[in-house]
């Protein structure tokens, strides 16, 4: 029989306090080594592991390949095993590719390690996280609980980056255009190695605060609920709101390059400054859940999605050499915001429209495997942009490609609230 659908929240229970603990804490760190050694320290790794922009953004692709097969059937997975074991098994998979990262491998070797950190960190684990967010939430609070899961997500984030940048301005000499490639070398190395760490403490934390629970439904076949899942309207409409908030939320990788080649900041004031935004992403993801349970999911990504339109038209037209960097910089803060609040919420509109709590890793798989195409062509476009047009002229035309992403994302958003108003979910 399938599992009914949990129609109280935890949010007023404290033991599930530290349910919510666990998938943060895990949630946030299984995408540490693959992604924000990346994001906080883009230039830094460029320059250590000799490698052109278009170069990562292709490694970072053969990710989002491997990702995406593993999208579908991990929620299948996510709906017939014991969430506490396949996430712990994943973590630690996830934590040893960090050993083979810190030896600084070729970009063969590179595109390798990220080809199984597709399949780590997805497989075994992505599904599994959300259908647990979204039974913690219960059926009033979805907005709440997923805004929880990714504020929180963000504060870890943050707190940890802030950690690993203060590593490496304690490995790099104080002018740190003067570090030598052996210098960076060290100090990037010592960063893999610290988010390695964290992220096998985080299976520990999986394993002992995630209750074992009897899986109830290993006669139901998941497979008889795919065509229900593929024929509603609102599936596709919700993979296509992920995509364009994802194409946001990976653009945020390049902040750090924008700070460096247009704003004139050093490496580690770049990260600096991409590390502090990132503490904006507890409030905004909080902030957008409570505002999505008082009036409505669809309604608040909406409005967001008109926001960030209006950031990238901001960042496309002014420079740094009109005299308005500070400007530019306040409006960059502003983009962190949106672009949090988007992926706050995005993942509640399972509730709203109507999955069944039996299909849920179902449902969040082949959303997952529409919505995250990004991380297969995202990087690998942008990079390409910019080696194609150094300076400001490459950033103009990235952020126009934002412009267009954010935009599909606006009228999927309106499509969305006008076929709940007609009914027809």
């Given at each position: 029989?399938?599992?009914k659908?949990?129609?109280?929240?935890?949010?007023?229970?404290p033991?599930?306090?530290?349910?919510?603990?666990?998938l943060?804490?895990?949630?946030?760190?299984?995408?540490?080594?693959p992604?924000?050694?990346i994001?906080?320290?883009r230039?830094?790794?460029?320059?250590?592991?000799?490698?052109?922009?278009?170069?990562?953004?292709?490694?970072?692709?053969?990710?989002?390949?491997?990702?995406m097969?593993?999208?579908?059937?991990?929620?299948?997975?996510?709906?017939?095993?014991?969430?506490?074991?396949?996430m712990?098994?994943?973590?630690?998979?996830?934590?040893?590719?960090?050993?083979?990262?810190?030896?600084?491998?070729?970009?063969?070797?590179?595109?390798?390690?990220?080809?199984?950190?597709?399949?780590?960190?997805v497989?075994?684990?992505?599904?599994?996280?959300?259908?647990?967010?979204?039974?913690?939430?219960?059926?009033?609070?979805?907005?709440?609980?997923?805004?929880?899961?990714?504020?929180?997500?963000?504060?870890?984030?943050?707190?940890?980056?802030?950690?690993?940048?203060?590593?490496?301005?304690?490995?790099?000499?104080?002018?740190?255009?003067?570090?030598s490639?052996?210098?960076?070398?060290?100090?990037?190395?010592?960063?893999?190695?610290?988010?390695?760490?964290?992220?096998?403490?985080?299976?520990?934390?999986v394993?002992?605060?995630?209750?074992?629970?009897?899986?109830?439904?290993?006669?139901?076949?998941?497979?008889?609920?795919?065509?229900?899942v593929?024929?509603?309207?609102?599936?596709?409409l919700?993979?296509?709101?992920?995509?364009?908030?994802?194409?946001?939320?990976?653009?945020?990788?390049f902040?750090?390059?924008?700070?460096?080649?247009?704003?004139?900041?050093?490496?580690?004031?770049?990260?600096?400054?991409?590390?502090?935004?990132?503490?904006?992403?507890?409030?905004?993801?909080?902030?957008?859940?409570?505002?999505?349970?008082?009036f409505?999911?669809?309604?608040?990504?909406?409005?967001?999605?008109?926001?960030?339109?209006?950031?990238?038209?901001?960042?496309?037209?002014?420079?740094?050499?009109?005299?308005?960097?500070?400007?530019?910089?306040?409006?960059?803060v502003?983009?962190?915001?949106?672009?949090?609040?988007?992926?706050?919420?995005?993942?509640?509109?399972?509730?709203?429209?109507?999955?069944?709590?039996?299909?849920?890793?179902?449902?969040?798989?082949?959303?997952?495997?529409?919505?995250?195409?990004?991380?297969?062509?995202?990087?690998?476009?942008m990079?390409?942009?910019?080696?194609?047009?150094?300076?400001?002229?490459?950033y103009?035309?990235?952020?126009?490609?934002?412009?267009?992403?954010?935009?599909?994302?606006?009228?999927?958003?309106?499509?969305?609230?006008?076929?709940?108003?007609?009914?027809?979910?």
């Amino acid at each position: 029989m399938p599992i009914k659908s949990q129609n109280k929240s935890s949010i007023d229970n404290p033991s599930g306090w530290l349910i919510i603990f666990s998938l943060i804490f895990a949630g946030e760190l299984i995408f540490s080594l693959p992604f924000h050694v990346i994001r906080y320290f883009r230039p830094t790794f460029h320059d250590v592991f000799n490698l052109t922009y278009a170069q990562l953004g292709d490694v970072i692709a053969i990710y989002g390949v491997t990702a995406m097969l593993s999208y579908f059937p991990g929620g299948i997975i996510a709906d017939r095993f014991s969430t506490r074991k396949i996430m712990a098994i994943s973590l630690v998979a996830t934590a040893l590719g960090g050993i083979w990262m810190a030896t600084i491998p070729d970009q063969t070797g590179l595109t390798l390690l990220f080809a199984y950190w597709g399949i780590t960190n997805v497989l075994l684990f992505w599904s599994a996280m959300l259908r647990a967010t979204r039974n913690w939430g219960g059926k009033f609070a979805q907005g709440r609980a997923f805004g929880f899961l990714d504020g929180g997500r963000g504060l870890l984030s943050a707190g940890v980056a802030s950690l690993a940048v203060l590593l490496l301005a304690q490995l790099l000499p104080s002018e740190v255009e003067s570090a030598s490639l052996l210098e960076r070398k060290t100090a990037l190395k010592s960063i893999i190695w610290f988010y390695s760490l964290l992220t096998f403490s985080a299976a520990f934390v999986v394993w002992f605060l995630i209750p074992e629970k009897r899986v109830e439904n290993n006669e139901f076949n998941p497979f008889k609920g795919i065509k229900e899942v593929l024929l509603k309207r609102t599936t596709w409409l919700q993979g296509i709101i992920i995509i364009s908030a994802y194409c946001g939320y990976r653009g945020i990788d390049f902040y750090g390059l924008y700070a460096t080649d247009i704003l004139g900041m050093d490496e580690v004031k770049a990260a600096w400054l991409v590390s502090n935004g990132t503490y904006l992403r507890p409030v905004a993801a909080v902030s957008a859940g409570f505002l999505a349970d008082r009036f409505s999911i669809r309604k608040v990504i909406l409005i967001t999605f008109s926001l960030l339109v209006i950031c990238y038209i901001t960042m496309l037209l002014l420079s740094a050499e009109t005299g308005l960097m500070s400007f530019l910089i306040v409006n960059l803060v502003f983009s962190f915001l949106v672009v949090y609040a988007l992926r706050g919420i995005y993942f509640a509109l399972s509730e709203e429209t109507k999955v069944k709590n039996h299909l849920t890793g179902t449902t969040i798989g082949i959303v997952s495997f529409i919505g995250f195409t990004p991380d297969i062509f995202f990087n690998s476009l942008m990079g390409r942009i910019l080696d194609a047009s150094p300076g400001i002229k490459g950033y103009q035309n990235f952020f126009l490609m934002m412009i267009i992403f954010t935009v599909i994302g606006f009228v999927a958003s309106f499509l969305l609230i006008r076929n709940y108003s007609n009914k027809e979910m």
